[in-house]
Structures are given as structure tokens and as C-alpha cells.
């Protein structure tokens, strides 16, 4: 029996500080066209996308996979070239941005977020990565601060860069922010003079271990492959995922056999499985993409098999606090 460890790292905008309960087990993806179809190769953007007036130019590409296509994005010397997606209902808090991205320079993932009319915008961020001449896959959390009623993505190729974008994600999470009306006659106190002293935490009682600091994430540059060949009968990992965030990785398949998953505890951990068929004919490649999403604190086992191969994630749900 092989005992690897797998330890993903994920990215986040900002330190987000939720608690263990702030998200809840759904997700909703974006609308928003992330495989670039509708557009014949060599033009500019394809379908439910807008590129914008920044001096730079934008263009279709084919892949290997007849349904599946790369926005190629070219920046000027002195000035970034975006595109923008059309505008989309925004149900929850957290936006999950993911993407494969290659070229050379510097790409950012981002959004724009609107209010209920889609007239004003009220906040906007954006996650940058270097890119170079290797495929990698990136993924970037940000957290809502403000309750937001249109959202649109934004892919940009800072100045000077080329950036391929293939395979773009956008799911929204998290419970629907609400704006509380004041209360009546309630009028903010102005803060004190001078240096306020940091509140000190209460000791923890005896026999009761200290609260854990929320760790910080970095962002994931790569995605893990486990190739089919190399495998050994019965693999064991490792994972460590804050609650409402997710880990993914693939499992090559033949076109004879699939992965499948055979146990795991849905109350703790969410399994995605889905079975990729990318390229043509003969260059036809065959995957399973998997993805666990921590739902509550607490461990399960998650067993996939496919013929006479496992593969066996152990798989712990961190609480943030």
C-alpha cells in the first residue's frame, strides 16, 4: 500500500475570516460561456463576452476538443486589454473563479459587482498570475462584503502580456448578503481619541485546547494528475480543506473503464466526478475530474475505484473561524 500525502493549497482574495456555518452546501455556476463556443476561430470574442476599448486585440483559437475553444488576449506595451462577460444574478456571497492560462506575462482573473439595477458599480477585485508557456490551472476565492445584485467577470492581459484563457469557471456560493436597515434615529459613534488597545481573546479554560488561527492560503498553480499506468493497486492520500472551500484534482481512464466513487460521507465531504473526453478520435484523451468540497468540520474516507485500482483520499474539513 502506497501513503503519499496530499496537501492542496487554495487561494483567497483576501483573508476572509468566515465562520464554520457562513456557507452553505450550495453552488450555482455562471452562465457565462467560459469555453469560448459560438465564435469562428480567429475572431474577436466569442458569445456573451465584450472586449473592451484598451487598445489591445483578442482573438479564437481551436483546441484539440471539437466544442472547446482559448481566448487568446494581446496587450499593448503601456495598457492592459480586458474582456468582460455579460451580466448575471449574483444568489450568494463567495465567487469561485477558475481557469487554465499559458502565454507570457501576466493575466488576472476578476470581477465587477453591481447593485440590483446593474447601473452603479460597488465593488470590483481581481486576482493576478504569471503566466508562461506551460498550461497551468489557477482558482481564486473572493469573498462578498456588500450585498451585490449583478455580478460580470473580467479576464485581462496586464500591459505587455499575451494571455490564453481556456475553461473558465464562475459558481457562486455562500448565503444571499441582505442590507439591514438602520435603526430608527441610531447615529454612528465617532471613534475615540488616541490609540484604542486591541481587545485581548479569554484565556481557554483548562484541558481545553487553544482556537487554531485561520491559516492563510496561496494560490495553486498546478492541478494534480494521477496517471492510470503508475497508479498502484491501492493509493492513499491526504487532504486538509477549510469548510466551504474545495480541492480537484484528475485520474486518467481508458475509453473501457471509468472511475467511480464507492464511499465517502456527503455530510462532511462533497464529491464531484465527472468524466472528460478531450480531443478527437485517435488523440482522444480520457479523464475523470474530481473535485471535494469541504461542506462541515469532521473527516471522511473518500474511496474511488475504477477496474482493479483504488484510489483513497482521507479527507479533513477544517472549520474557519
Not at 493549497?9 to 453552488?27: C, E, F, N, P, R
Not at 460580470?152 to 475553461?167: C, N
Not at 444571499?176 to 481557554?204: C, E, S
Not at 483548562?206 to 494560490?219: D, E, F, T
Amino acid at each position: 500500500m502506497k501513503t503519499n500525502k496530499l496537501f492542496l493549497v487554495l487561494s483567497v482574495a483576501a483573508t476572509l475570516g468566515l465562520a464554520s456555518h457562513a456557507i452553505a452546501d450550495h453552488d450555482f455556476d455562471l452562465p457565462i460561456n467560459g469555453d469560448f463556443r459560438g465564435a469562428p476561430s480567429g475572431y474577436s470574442p466569442a458569445p456573451g463576452w465584450t472586449l473592451t476599448a484598451d487598445g489591445g486585440s483578442a482573438r479564437i483559437l481551436p483546441t484539440h476538443d471539437h466544442d472547446d475553444f482559448i481566448l487568446e488576449l494581446f496587450a499593448t506595451p503601456n495598457r492592459s486589454q480586458s474582456v468582460v462577460s455579460n451580466k448575471h444574478q449574483f444568489p450568494g456571497s463567495v465567487l469561485k473563479l477558475e481557469a487554465k492560462l499559458s502565454g507570457a506575462g501576466n493575466a488576472s482573473l476578476g470581477y465587477e459587482a453591481f447593485d440590483s439595477k446593474g447601473n452603479k458599480i460597488i465593488a470590483a477585485d481581481r486576482a493576478v498570475v504569471q503566466v508562461n508557456n506551460y498550461e497551468q490551472k489557477v482558482k481564486h476565492y473572493f469573498q462578498m462584503t456588500l450585498p451585490v445584485g449583478l455580478i460580470r467577470i473580467k479576464l485581462t492581459a496586464e500591459a505587455g502580456s499575451k494571455v490564453q484563457f481556456q475553461d473558465v469557471d464562475a459558481e457562486v456560493s455562500g448565503p444571499v448578503l441582505q442590507q439591514a436597515p438602520p435603526a430608527p434615529g441610531a447615529i454612528a459613534a465617532p471613534p475615540p481619541p488616541g490609540n484604542i488597545a486591541k481587545p485581548v481573546p479569554p484565556a481557554p479554560a483548562p484541558g481545553v485546547p487553544p482556537r487554531p488561527h485561520a491559516p492563510r492560503y496561496k494560490l495553486l498553480p498546478v492541478e494534480l494528475f494521477l496517471d492510470f499506468a503508475t497508479l498502484g493497486p491501492d493509493e492513499h492520500y491526504e487532504a486538509s480543506v477549510p469548510v466551504g472551500m474545495d480541492i480537484d484534482f484528475d485520474l486518467s481512464e481508458t475509453h473501457a473503464t471509468q472511475w467511480r466513487l464507492i464511499s465517502n460521507d456527503s455530510r462532511i465531504c462533497r464529491v464531484k466526478l465527472e468524466h472528460d473526453r478531450d480531443g478527437k478520435f485517435n488523440n482522444r484523451r480520457y479523464k475523470a475530474e474530481v473535485e471535494l468540497k469541504a461542506i462541515r468540520p469532521g473527516t471522511s474516507v473518500v474511496v474511488l475505484e475504477c477496474g482493479p485500482k483504488k484510489v483513497t483520499v482521507h479527507f479533513t474539513a477544517t472549520p474557519i473561524y
